[in-house]
């Protein structure tokens, strides 16, 4: 595949397995590509702090963060795209609503199985608390899909399965 057309990283959080292989990418195609993330994971991500989960690394991702997103904060891309922060998970968790599709990119805040949200992956949570208050942000949104990053789509009843997942 070829990295031509890749304009803009959004990165929901800091974890390894989110921050990927974004330092050999920029290496590659570096100043044609502008990477956003929150605020209170940015240091992590730029390997100036060492991550919360990850932190035993020797070597830690040293990415980059062009600019940094606020709760509320819109995105033109694909049609508006609306940041929610939603810490928990990480302090600087953030998840996408895109507005034209009514898609939810949920990133690590919550986790499904087989198209039925599960709600909190509980040992990966830092924050509980925080977590469930973030959950809590979606039954305000029209939501018809919800992509997960552990566990993919969902597509039915969303509100139902969100509210289900906030109240236990
Ligand atoms: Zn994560």
Not at 67 to 81: A, H, R, V, W
Not at 118 to 138: C, F, M, N, Q, W
């Amino acid at each position: 595949m070829s990295f031509e057309k890749l304009k803009v990283i959004i990165l929901t959080h800091q974890d390894i397995d989110h921050i990927g292989s974004i330092p050999e990418i920029l290496q590659e195609c570096g100043s044609k590509i502008k990477v956003y993330a929150h605020d209170l994971d940015k240091p992590y991500i730029q390997g100036e702090l060492s991550l919360l989960k990850d932190g035993h690394l020797e070597t830690p991702p040293k990415g980059k963060v062009d600019e940094t997103l606020k709760d509320g904060q819109e995105l033109p891309y694909c049609g508006g795209i609306r940041i929610i922060h939603t810490p928990g998970h990480t302090p600087g968790h953030i998840s996408l609503y895109l507005k034209q599709s009514k898609t939810l990119i949920a990133g690590d805040s919550m986790y499904s199985e087989n198209g039925i949200i599960k709600g909190i992956h509980v040992p990966t949570v830092l924050d509980i608390k925080e977590a469930r208050l973030s959950l809590k942000k979606y039954l305000d949104l029209e939501i018809e899909s919800v992509v997960c990053y552990h566990g993919g789509l969902s597509k039915v009843n969303i509100h139902d399965q969100i509210q289900k997942v906030v109240s236990c």
